[in-house]
């Protein structure tokens, strides 16, 4: 099909027209459970009411101003993340890569500081932090950075989960540690128990920042508002985007301590970041998140649905791992699996396979009972026919 769209994404073969909670609709009217949720971005589900009717409300009031202004909607959101999360100011901006940005360039800043001439961050292997040089360069792909070379080569890159491996970097340059709680793009990854905790006792001691990339995994996915929350812990530096907004674009970073001091006027800015309108949709998120009891929610379903498929797949000797936090699951395979996305397409579900060969989902946390059982039935039998299809020494 000809297109006048610059060809940047393999899409799959279907446009939606409407959406309703946990449902998207197609051009030609078939219905589809969404079981990623624009990439964790829908945690309310599509065209939830009371976010509709917020965003609707302030389009007839007041879009954007500028940040020349005060805007008051954007001081209440800040408030409400700092109640949350426990830091103490925000940076609001459009996206995930403009949040770890400004956590980036909030490091460097602190770096120079520090009499730092050239700051180093250490980043994780199978990282995804964006897609701005900075961020690109920060990420552990080497498939998504090809071609884009010379990237930003002030970082030092460690194996996720190996405290052993961040205790034994010594360069005097090092001023921040930035990894996701939960990798996402990675393959659905969660570090061993007590690794966060490491990691915080370790940057503290040697006064690097701790940066967390909660993009994904913040926001309530994981049966916590934040990744870290897992364990008793505070980092300096975190972001969000995706959920914030669910669908509007809103991304935020937040510091506390020393670090909430770092970016001052005239050192950082966004022409969009934190309008009203994006403030006012993040406000009604957080609202109904709350009277919804959603985040809680997340955790029980997410422990549901790890055991039914932990059940309907045992035995299979292609499943190599079952894993997950809250509504952030992974189900990986011995093999690269693409195209299980096109067979669950063709059955009405939407699923994402990472990392070549995990199966990721990332439901709406209003999924009902009945349609997480209709999903996890439809996710097994899946698995099931694909690795049944494509088993070593079937006879074509
Ligand atoms: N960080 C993480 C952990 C992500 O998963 C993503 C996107 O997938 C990003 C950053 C980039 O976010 P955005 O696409 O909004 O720039």
Redesign the pocket.
């Known amino acids: 099909m000809n297109s006048s769209v610059m060809p940047t994404y393999a899409r799959m073969p279907v446009s939606f027209v409407y959406g309703q909670g946990a449902w998207l609709f197609s051009t030609d009217e078939r219905r589809f459970l969404d079981a990623i949720s624009g ?2 971005v829908c945690n309310l589900g599509h065209a939830h009411p009371k976010v509709a009717r917020a965003i609707a409300d302030q389009a007839l009031k007041l879009v954007h101003t500028s940040n020349l202004y005060g805007i008051e909607l954007q001081e209440k959101l800040a408030e409400t993340l700092i109640r949350l999360s426990g830091l103490e100011n925000a940076f609001f901006c459009n ?4 949040a ?1 940005e400004a956590a980036l360039k909030l490091a460097r800043k602190y770096g120079h500081l520090k009499g730092i001439e050239r700051p180093i961050v250490v980043v994780m292997e199978q990282s ?4 701005t040089l900075f ?1 690109l360069s920060a990420t552990g792909n080497p498939k998504v950075q090809e071609g884009f070379e010379p990237l930003v080569d002030t970082f030092i890159r460690v194996p996720y989960g190996d405290i052993e491996a961040l205790k034994q970097l010594n360069d005097p340059s090092i001023v921040a540690v930035l990894l ?1 709680p939960v990798q ?2 990675g393959g659905v990854r969660a570090p061993e128990p007590g690794y966060l905790s490491a990691v915080r006792e370790l940057t503290q001691n040697r006064q690097w920042l701790m940066m967390l ?1 909660e ?2 995994c913040g926001m309530g996915r994981t049966g916590r508002w934040f990744g870290f929350q897992h364990e008793n812990i505070q980092p300096d530096v975190m ?1 969000l ?2 959920a914030l907004g669910n669908g509007v674009p809103i ?1 935020a970073c937040l510091a506390g301590g020393l670090a909430a001091g770092i970016l001052t006027a005239g050192k950082h800015g966004s022409t969009f970041g934190g309008n009203p309108l994006a403030c006012r949709a993040a406000l009604t998120v957080i609202e109904v998140l709350e009277q919804e009891n959603l985040v809680q929610r997340a955790a029980v379903l997410g422990k549901e649905m790890l055991a039914r498929f932990r059940e309907g797949l045992a035995g299979n000797p292609r499943v190599v791992d079952i894993r997950g936090r809250g509504l952030m699951i992974g189900i990986e395979l011995d093999s690269p699996c693409g195209d299980l996305t096109s067979h669950a397409l063709a059955q009405g579900l939407l699923i994402n396979v990472t990392a070549d060969r995990t199966v990721r989902l990332l439901p709406p946390l209003i999924l009902s009972d009945d349609e997480m059982h209709v999903l996890c039935d439809a996710v097994i039998r899946l698995i099931t026919e694909f690795t049944a299809d494509f088993a070593p020494g079937r006879l074509s």
């Open positions: 990439i964790a996206s995930g890569a403009e770890n995804f932090h964006g897609r961020t996701e996402g793009e990339d993009v994904q972001t985007a995706k991304g």
